[in-house]
């Protein structure tokens, strides 16, 4: 069996809250960790790549979902947090935290989902609320619970 060939990942991500004009909000169950079910996430493939070309890429990767059918708003948020034991592997040797962008997706109700199996198993609509429950992520949680700051009325 060939050695793993991948670069290391780049520690410096997005994390995207996709949602309805009604606050309900997709969430993922992730493949490699049964019940951890989050929003959107994903490194960048190279230092220059813009933050909200990342966003796009993976909302695409991850769900099928095609941003130009919402409104993909830069939430001017960072959280800076410890990269969990579990996946330091897939960094650079030494590096332990992640640099991580917040992003909303505003979609139509009834927006349809296409998981990539390889990365997500699931996935739900919830209200806003009980998603930030759900998550197994504090910055993720986080971010949902500021959602409707982020919206119009």
Known sequence: MAADTRPFK???????????????????????SPGYWQSVT?????EDEPLEATA????REETGIDCA??????WQLENVYDIYPKYLHRYAPGVTRNREHVFGLCVPAGTPVALNPREHTAYRWLPYLEAADACFSPSNA????????????
């Open 69 to 74: 059918i919402g409104t993909l708003t830069d």
């Open 56 to 59: 796009v890429r993976e909302v």
């Open 142 to 153: 986080e971010a949902i619970l500021l959602l409707p700051q982020f919206t119009k009325p």
């Open 42 to 46: 994903g490194s960048k493939d190279h």
């Open 10 to 32: 780049i520690p410096h991500s997005v994390l995207v809250v996709i949602h309805t004009p009604a606050l309900e909000v997709l969430l993922i169950n992730r493949a490699d």
